[in-house]
């Protein structure tokens, strides 16, 4: 599992913030590149192996943030 956290430094209203996790079983001797970005409203994370394609086994969960 990898729980990315993204925010920006701009302050209130522009200040957002988010969170994503995945998971995947990683296959030995690769390297993985993430990309967690703000897209409009949302923001997005992904994962790449070194061909430039995600895992056979990624997943995206819900993540809930602490409170």
């Known amino acids: 599992f990898i729980r990315a956290g993204l925010g920006n430094t701009r302050v209130f209203p ?3 913030s988010c ?3 995945v998971s995947f079983v ?3 001797g690769a390297k993985y590149r993430m990309r967690h970005r ?3 409203e949302s923001c997005n994370v992904e994962l790449l192996q070194d061909d430039g394609k995600a895992p056979a ?3 995206t969960h819900n993540a809930r943030t602490c409170r």
């Open 14 to 16: 522009l200040l957002r």
């Open 19 to 21: 969170i994503n996790l």
């Open 26 to 28: 990683p296959t030995e």
């Open 38 to 40: 703000f897209e409009g």
């Open 57 to 59: 086994t990624l997943q």
